[in-house]
């Protein structure tokens, strides 16, 4: 087997989605096919020996599609799109705006010629804007479907041609230029919305590759080489020095060094690393220079692999958002049917004039306009994610609203989003000076622990250090006037034959609580401890509490051992836990817990990228890494744990209004029909005019509107 990915232009809406898969599982040789609207790409998997890229992307073009193969990874920019659509809604305005304002406010006193300045108005806006929905309706014709570009091209065609055949044949009745040229623009404007929303992504993806070093120094026969690091190869003998980035995956053959992985792994503490010790690509070295051998490169680095996890992770649908495409499908077709049964039946059988049945034609189709249909799910959207980020939650769109509320697991990474992201002094064991003499030795460390103690002990007159030399991995040795100090693990106490007691029922208890901690010993003996804790937020067991109570199944992630892990959850107040969770395995964790049920993923790092990806619905920290923060379906600017319950419920309130939208715009339709189409003349002689189908319309747009507003109104 092998697979392709393909870049996809042309699709106009999930429809043209659904169409391309069709197509390409019914090709002989093609195992699987995914399409993603929102990024233009397909994944295709195919037997080689049955078929060929060439074949596929000829099957895709065959529909009216252009397709070409991915030869680079990451997302194409879309800034070009963007302003051009933002150029669309401009023009658009400035046309629709005074055809609005003639036809609303200037019907009992017309200006000389209105009719025919309205039809100059509404022209551009009908062909020149609004070309993109004619395409697409052509486009869904000619594969025998239909979809919400039909249902715009109809209701707006049928607006305007009929305006135009007032004009020309019936100067008296009503015309409706200032319909189809607003319902345009405010098509237009949701388009760029979109891809506004859809850049976003594409921005996530190409930080995280920016991340990655430009250049390597190896070492090739003897000699040190600057290269690119698509060049790099396998094997490579590669020289790091402090504050460089390391360029790929590889083992240390030489050196040891200080290493900060936290925008990899998101774990605050830099890792001790030495001889035999794997280090990744894009962290950044600390300390001292090394050498290592290159064992992964190019599309298999842990990086890229995050790349990749998240590309494919993003290849979601939204079922309740795409309804209206569902419904249209059968809605149109039975709409045009219904128009032509009409005119077919009051001309040819009860026998009335052309003018009433057009009349009455017209009608049905002027009151089947999907005004209030488009925007039963944006206006509940747009209302329901402006209250979040009046609240500091930012949502991201639709997909986020429609699955929050169906929540049943959420999963929580440990660093920086459930604790504080930075270790703290927790406790200091021994007499006054224990912390003076500890602050002192560690005044010029980088070590994040050693500044740690320098914080706490900030406001104390720090002693002279001599001698000062480094333990790797252990601690320090240091003199203070004529003592002499060790400082660092329990461990090195040990093998320096320095007894832990009094102190060895504390240590044994900071560390089954998940603390580091630091002994200190005067002339070969302890004088005193020091415990160093990455401490959880103020409000993170508050938080959890909300969200069992909201039926949620707690569980944290963390690449930090079994012992801190169960420290940190039993503060938390959460049961379950994954400990020792390497960066590319986050996602597989929230993929089992997806298998029973819609998941959450809550990280503020990297790391966590791939699980937010892969989550239904991932939910960035506001203080984390803008790759998180992009990726992340919903962002808690506050970085209070406590706005994720009230996203999920911000949810449940959205959904119920989307609900209540959709029935009334179906409802509206289902009786507006009919009696556009004359049910009620045998009886009452009265026959629905356009201009009332119009003005029906409206309300229905507007009482669609009012209900999405009501939401701005709800307490969280």
């Given amino acids: 087997m092998k697979s392709v990915d393909l870049k996809i232009t042309g699709m106009h809406c999930q429809s043209c989605v659904t169409l391309i898969e069709k197509t390409l599982s019914k090709e002989k040789g093609i195992k699987n096919a995914s399409v993603n609207f929102a990024t233009e790409r397909a994944k295709v998997v195919f037997d080689e020996n049955q078929t060929n890229e060439n074949t596929i992307v000829k099957s895709i073009e065959n529909k009216g599609y252009n397709a070409k193969i991915l030869t680079d990874k990451g997302f194409v920019n879309k800034k070009k799109e963007i302003l051009e659509l933002k150029k669309k809604v401009i023009i658009s305005t400035i046309f629709a705006l005074p055809a609005f304002i003639l036809g609303m406010f200037f019907m009992k006193s017309p200006l000389p010629f209105q009719d025919y300045l309205m039809w100059l108005l509404a022209t551009p806006v009908q062909f020149y804007i609004g070309k993109q929905f004619y395409q697409g309706a052509w486009a869904a014709l000619k594969n025998k479907t239909a979809n919400m570009d039909t249902l715009i091209a109809l209701g707006t065609s049928a607006a305007y041609f009929f305006s135009v055949y007032v004009i020309l044949f019936n100067p008296s009745e009503h015309q409706y230029f200032e319909a189809s040229a607003v319902l345009i623009t405010l098509v237009v404007f949701g388009k760029y919305l979109e891809a506004i929303a859809k850049n976003k992504t594409s921005q996530a993806i190409s930080k995280l590759m920016k991340l990655g070093a430009k250049y390597a120094t190896v070492i090739r026969n003897n000699k040190e080489l600057k290269i690119p690091i698509d060049d790099v190869k396998k094997g490579d003998i590669i020289l790091v020095r402090p504050g460089e980035k390391v360029p790929v995956d590889g083992i240390i053959i030489e050196g040891h060094t200080t290493i900060d992985e936290s925008l990899v792994t998101g774990e605050s503490l830099p890792v001790e690393k030495k001889k035999n010790d794997q280090v990744i690509g894009s962290t950044i070295n600390k300390l001292g220079s090394f050498k290592f051998k290159a064992t992964k490169v190019g599309s298999e680095t842990t990086l890229a692999r995050i790349i990749k996890l998240?590309?494919?992770?993003?290849?979601?649908?939204?079922?309740?958002?795409?309804?209206?495409?569902?419904?249209?499908?059968?809605?149109?077709?039975?709409?045009?049917?219904?128009?032509?049964?009409?005119?077919?039946?009051?001309?040819?059988?009860?026998?009335?004039?052309?003018?009433?049945?057009?009349?009455?034609?017209?009608?049905?189709?002027?009151?089947?306009?999907?005004?209030?249909?488009?925007?039963?799910?944006?206006?509940?959207?747009?209302?329901?994610?402006?209250?979040?980020?009046?609240?500091?939650?930012?949502?991201?769109?639709?997909?986020?609203?429609?699955?929050?509320?169906?929540?049943?697991?959420?999963?929580?990474?440990?660093?920086?989003?459930?604790?504080?992201?930075?270790?703290?002094?927790?406790?200091?064991?021994?007499?006054?000076?224990?912390?003076?003499?500890?602050?002192?030795?560690?005044?010029?460390?980088?070590?994040?622990?050693?500044?740690?103690?320098?914080?706490?002990?900030?406001?104390?007159?720090?002693?002279?250090?001599?001698?000062?030399?480094?333990?790797?991995?252990?601690?320090?040795?240091?003199?203070?006037?004529?003592?002499?100090?060790?400082?660092?693990?329990?461990?090195?106490?040990?093998?320096?034959?320095?007894?832990?007691?009094?102190?060895?029922?504390?240590?044994?208890?900071?560390?089954?609580?998940?603390?580091?901690?630091?002994?200190?010993?005067?002339?070969?003996?302890?004088?005193?401890?020091?415990?160093?804790?990455?401490?959880?937020?103020?409000?993170?067991?508050?938080?959890?509490?909300?969200?069992?109570?909201?039926?949620?199944?707690?569980?944290?992630?963390?690449?930090?051992?079994?012992?801190?892990?169960?420290?940190?959850?039993?503060?938390?107040?959460?049961?379950?836990?994954?400990?020792?969770?390497?960066?590319?395995?986050?996602?597989?964790?929230?993929?089992?817990?997806?298998?029973?049920?819609?998941?959450?993923?809550?990280?503020?790092?990297?790391?966590?990228?791939?699980?937010?990806?892969?989550?239904?619905?991932?939910?960035?920290?506001?203080?984390?890494?803008?790759?998180?923060?992009?990726?992340?379906?919903?962002?808690?600017?506050?970085?209070?744990?406590?706005?994720?319950?009230?996203?999920?419920?911000?949810?449940k309130l959205t959904m119920k209004k989307i609900k209540q939208n959709m029935f009334w715009a179906l409802v509206y339709n289902s009786l507006g029909i009919p009696i556009a189409a004359g049910l009620l003349y045998p009886f009452t002689g009265w026959l629905l005019n356009p201009m009332i189908a119009g003005g029906a319309m409206a309300f229905s747009s507007v009482s669609v509107i009012t209900n999405s507003l009501l939401l701005r109104k709800k307490r969280l």
């Avoid at 925007?375 to 994610?385: D, E, R």
């Avoid at 406001?459 to 100090?485: D, M, N, P, R």
């Fill in 310 to 651: 998240i590309e494919d992770a993003q290849s979601k649908k939204a079922p309740i958002q795409r309804f209206a495409d569902s419904v249209s499908s059968y809605f149109v077709p039975a709409v045009i049917l219904i128009s032509v049964i009409t005119f077919l039946t009051w001309y040819f059988v009860i026998g009335s004039s052309i003018g009433f049945a057009l009349k009455a034609s017209v009608a049905v189709l002027v009151i089947a306009c999907p005004c209030a249909l488009g925007l039963a799910t944006p206006t509940a959207i747009m209302v329901g994610t402006g209250k979040g980020a009046r609240h500091g939650i930012l949502i991201k769109g639709g997909d986020s609203l429609e699955s929050a509320y169906k929540l049943k697991y959420i999963v929580f990474d440990k660093t920086g989003t459930i604790t504080k992201g930075q270790p703290e002094v927790t406790n200091v064991l021994g007499d006054k000076d224990t912390l003076l003499l500890a602050a002192s030795i560690e005044n010029h460390s980088e070590h994040p622990i050693g500044e740690a103690i320098v914080k706490k002990a900030k406001g104390l007159k720090l002693k002279k250090v001599t001698k000062f030399k480094s333990i790797t991995g252990k601690g320090v040795k240091a003199k203070i006037g004529s003592k002499e100090y060790y400082l660092g693990s329990p461990k090195l106490m040990l093998e320096k034959g320095i007894g832990l007691s009094p102190y060895q029922k504390q240590i044994e208890e900071f560390e089954n609580q998940g603390q580091t901690v630091i002994t200190l010993a005067e002339n070969n003996v302890v004088k005193g401890v020091v415990s160093v804790a990455d401490e959880i937020k103020e409000n993170s067991a508050s938080a959890i509490r909300r969200l069992k109570k909201l039926g949620l199944e707690v569980y944290m992630i963390t690449g930090d051992n079994k012992k801190t892990a169960a420290a940190i959850a039993k503060k938390a107040g959460i049961k379950n836990y994954f400990a020792e969770v390497l960066p590319e395995d986050k996602a597989k964790h929230v993929k089992q817990l997806q298998n029973l049920g819609k998941t959450a993923a809550v990280g503020d790092g990297i790391n966590d990228a791939p699980m937010l990806a892969q989550a239904d619905i991932g939910i960035a920290m506001g203080s984390g890494t803008d790759v998180a923060m992009e990726t992340g379906n919903i962002v808690l600017m506050k970085n209070d744990l406590i706005d994720i319950a009230k996203a999920i419920k911000l949810s």
